[in-house]
């Protein structure tokens, strides 16, 4: 259900340090997963993703790391910068569901990157 | 690629009215579009699932006399706020994923819709 009322975790780094956000999902059937950038007063951004028969994934200055055993997801920011500074949600699905795609997102993770 | 406009960006009105927000995938078509609304500080919370023709589905709790769903074609969805009351006021955002096989499990987000009603 939602966690109303509950704030979100916070994040503080400086810049060109690296960063590691953290997500705990909570079905074990999920087999797909996708992180998510929202910027203020915007919609969500595609990050990356990984399917489940996957432990590691790198993109741009982002790695997605994936441990179904404890069901637990990270992404990693490289040399963050600025410009990093959001809102991180990851989100879980499952490929062959008859949920047409639906996602089910994560608390989020306010990430500050300061200069 | 994949990029999904959301129409207006902010708007405000009289408690009673009704509002209609669209979203449309630009340059693709949309398997199936879906609506959230976001409370400050919080996650999305799905509102409902919406096929192209046919009838939308909605979440639990989600009144769907209350947020009307229009999926007229492959590129456009409404979704319709009927008589707004300020405890409606929040931030709406939908999304659209890809035709075809692992890229419909993607999500493309439309920058998403301020609703303060007064």
């Known amino acids: 259900g939602e966690s109303v009322g509950l704030h979100l975790p916070t994040l503080s780094v400086q810049e060109g340090d690296n960063s590691i956000i953290n997500c705990a999902y909570s079905?074990?059937?999920?087999?797909?997963f996708i992180w998510y950038k929202q910027e203020s007063g915007k919609g969500p951004q595609f990050i990356i993703d990984i399917r489940s028969n996957m432990d590691k994934r790198q993109g741009q200055r982002v790695t997605v790391l994936l441990n179904k055993t404890v069901k637990h997801l990270s992404l990693q920011i490289a040399a963050t910068q600025p410009g990093d500074s959001a809102v991180y949600f990851c989100a879980e699905n499952m490929i062959g569901g008859t949920s047409y795609g639906k996602l089910t997102f994560g608390q989020g993770t306010i990430l500050t990157v300061h200069p | 690629g994949a990029v999904v406009s959301q129409h207006p960006s902010w708007v405000i009105c009289k408690s009673g009215t009704s509002v209609k927000i669209e979203c449309r995938s630009l340059?693709?078509?949309?398997?199936?579009m879906f609506w959230y609304r976001q409370f400050p500080k919080q996650s999305l919370m799905l509102m409902a699932t919406s096929n192209e023709g046919s009838k939308a589905t909605y979440e639990q709790g989600v009144e769907k006399d209350k947020f009307l769903i229009n999926h007229a074609s492959l590129t456009l969805s409404t979704l319709t706020v009927t008589s707004a009351h300020p405890e409606d006021s929040s931030f709406y955002i939908c999304?659209?994923?890809?035709?075809?096989?692992?890229?419909?499990?993607?999500?493309?987000f439309g920058a998403g819709t301020r609703l303060s009603v007064l």
């Open positions: 340059d693709f078509q949309a398997t199936t």
């Open positions: 079905n074990s059937a999920s087999d797909y």
């Open positions: 999304s659209a994923s890809l035709r075809g096989s692992i890229a419909k499990n993607i999500q493309y």
